[in-house]
């Protein structure tokens, strides 16, 4: 039994789809239709079965899923390993963060990263999905939520300002009242934010005009006049047509941490770019 295809096997088991296992593994719907195949012919029993709803767990596949995992848990610490030793400044490096962190707070730090280490490419994986270290699906994080697992070695590396901005041409909202006035805020799934809380007790009276998961969104929607937005200083201060509003206090600042797994503690290229995003933004 090959592990690439208990990997290919488990894919199937977590997306319900041949396409969603594909996507996930980067490779193409016959080559995972083909070594599923291969793997249940293997062990002489069907450990999926098609549904309406997609893929599902066979009685056989249920009773052997554990080990798989156990498979996928030993297989991947190997990898960590072996990645964890490598010392030479050169590879890929896959790194995870948001999309207003990737645009805006970023590039200076990939372009000192890039003078320092020319042979690491960078993968920049953008998004609100948390990645899973632990199965390499980034090697490093920098996300607003703090690592609550063991195994992940972590760093705050800044303290983020955050302001309230309108689009230029607008005038100022009355402060403690926003009568009339409308707002860009966070979606329902995000409303627990500090800056929601912090931007609805400034402006009680005003109205929702749009709700978006993306700060760049929230930034462009601010800057065409539908309402007043909340939003990190790099976002705000770097999109044209908006300006900062004075409402007497700053909004709440948040800490952005930076995560790896520690296997890969050693990994040279890593540690490098590290060094550089602590030093670049400890700058700021």
Excluded at 151 to 156: A, K, N, P, Y
Excluded at 267 to 275: F, G, K, M, S, W
């Amino acid at each position: 039994m090959e592990w690439s295809d208990v990997r290919i096997f488990l894919a199937v088991v977590r997306t319900g789809t041949l396409g969603g296992a594909a996507r996930a593994l980067d490779l193409s719907h016959p080559t995972i239709g083909r070594r599923l195949r291969a793997l249940e012919e293997g062990v002489g029993h069907a450990l999926l079965q098609r549904t309406a709803d997609g893929f599902v767990l066979t009685q056989e596949g249920d009773a052997v899923i554990a080990l798989a995992e156990q498979m996928e848990r030993s297989a991947l610490s190997m990898e960590r390993r072996l990645a964890g030793e490598e010392s030479q400044l050169e590879g890929m490096l896959r790194v995870s963060t948001a999309d207003w962190f990737a645009c805006h707070v970023m590039p200076p730090v990939l372009a000192a990263f890039a003078r320092e280490c020319p042979r690491v490419v960078v993968e920049l994986v953008t998004g609100q999905r948390l990645f899973d270290l632990s199965r390499r699906e980034a090697d490093l994080a920098i996300r607003i939520v703090p690592f609550n697992q063991p195994s992940i070695v972590q760093r705050r590396i800044v303290s983020m300002k955050y302001g309230a901005y309108i689009a230029a041409s607008l005038p100022d909202p009355v402060l403690h009242d926003g009568t009339g006035c409308t707002l860009v805020t966070m979606d329902v799934a995000m409303n627990d934010y500090p800056d929601v809380a912090w931007l609805q007790r400034k402006l009680p009276n005003a109205t929702i005009a749009v709700r978006a998961n993306n700060r760049n969104v929230q930034a462009h929607m601010c800057a065409v006049g539908l309402g007043v937005a909340v939003l990190p200083r790099p976002v705000g201060d770097g999109v044209p047509g908006l300006r900062r509003l004075d409402f007497g206090e700053a909004p709440p600042e948040r800490d952005l941490w930076l995560g790896y797994h520690q296997d890969l503690r050693r990994l040279a290229r890593l540690r490098a770019l590290v060094d550089v995003a602590a030093r670049v933004l400890g700058d700021e």
